[in-house]
């Protein structure tokens, strides 16, 4: 198999691939009139909405294949690590599980492990895996996931590494169902890739370059989901705030969610993530006036200090990210605001991290996600010089968290005794004669009330806060 090529998708390639999903289906098919057991795959995610979604077009690919989903490793005939690479942890993880499962390999032969996702389109981790990992059976990349039965069957005619990783990436794919794992709720993408390149950020060199799907395309889908009784979408895409710049027909993100807050059988519309730098007024006023876009704003700030957001290459300052909160707030009575922060980005001094503290209490966040900077080899963070000591890294993580939690408390606190609505997603993971759901911001709650309201969106008194959730009983 040919490796790191470029090339564009036609609907030929999708109608090519059904194809060979035939070829795998009949071949496990008549693998079960032998045996009267089930092929069995599982799909290991790790990263963002991104890959989970990706996950969930294989595992409609799979379906169609006749696999059963496995419930564990010493279950799976097939196995797919979808990988992420945003920070070392999350490859370090990677490397472990595809080393614990040589010997598993050696002892059930025809065993398939296939490698995609962000981690592929790194050339030295795809030679990484040839040298140190041999038992792995296909690695593909993030722009020719649709590719993935076509790679599989040449796996099982062939007795080598199949490895098809494309460096850029091709036109818009329509045409990939996904299996949703839950029907309730679904992910959409709007878009693909980053143009943006923050300097720490590997994701622009795994995704590729911005492109937009067509509005019409997005409504069908959502439109489809809507009459088969999903309630709730969440529109992704690294930076949706610059929807529709790659599209002919001018449409922008304000323009779509007005769209799609005419479809039917839709309750609530959430997106993911916004960038400040491109966040309009439009969009505000879009959120405030769409009775199904929820009233939550996730915007990740990454640090409170003007000069290391110019490092960062972020393109705002902390002023302009406090405006665009204070505008949200006066807009959007109750409007819930969640943030992603990076702690220890290189040359970070003490006064640029007391300046994300400051922020931090002035946003008065609702939910944040913490990450200590990790250097990403390729990005041009990783080459300067100034890197922040790991123990520094850690301190400066443990005080910002000993911030947050309490001011994220403190919000919670506010809604004791109000009426929230909640969707109900099922029943609680906690304590299982409760239910849970989520309520518009976002907040997770734990309720009493009957199993009939599952799927429902239902009036709840919250009656307790917590940091991470909060009680609450169905009226
Ligand atoms: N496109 C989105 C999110 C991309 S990755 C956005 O721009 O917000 C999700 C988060 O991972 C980022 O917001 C950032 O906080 C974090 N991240 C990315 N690269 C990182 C790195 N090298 N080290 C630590 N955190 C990182
Ligand atoms: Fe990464 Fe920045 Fe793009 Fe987000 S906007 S994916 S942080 S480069
Ligand atoms: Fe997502 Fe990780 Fe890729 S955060 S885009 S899966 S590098």
Redesign the pocket.
Known sequence: MSERKEAKVSLEDIALQNEYIEIMKAENEEDYEKTHKKKKALIVTYG?QMNEHDSEKLMAMLDNMSYEQADNIDDADLIIYNTCC??ENAELKVYGNLGQLKPKKAKKKDMIIAVCGCMMQQPHVVNEIKKKYRHVDIIFGTHNLHKFPQLLVACRQKQTMVVDVWESEGEVVEGLKAARRFSLKGFVNIMYG?N?F?T????PYTRGRERSRKPEDIVNEVRELGQEGTKEITLLG??VNSYGKTLEEKVDFAQLLRMLNEVEGIERIRFM?S?PKDLSYDLIEAMRDCDKVCNHMHL?V?SGSSRVLKKMNRHYTREDYLKIVHDLKREIPGVAIST???VGFPGETEEDFNDTLSLVEEVGYDSS?T????I?EG?PAAKYEDQVPEDVKHERFNRLLNVLNPIINDNNKKLEGKTLKVLVEGLSKTDKTKLMGRTETSKLVNFSGDKELIGQVVDVKITKAKTFSLEGEAL
């Open positions: 963002c945003v920070r980053c943006n923050c720490y950020c590997i994701v690294q930076n993530t960038h990740p990454q992603d922060i990076i996600f990450f200590l900077y990790s990403r990005t």
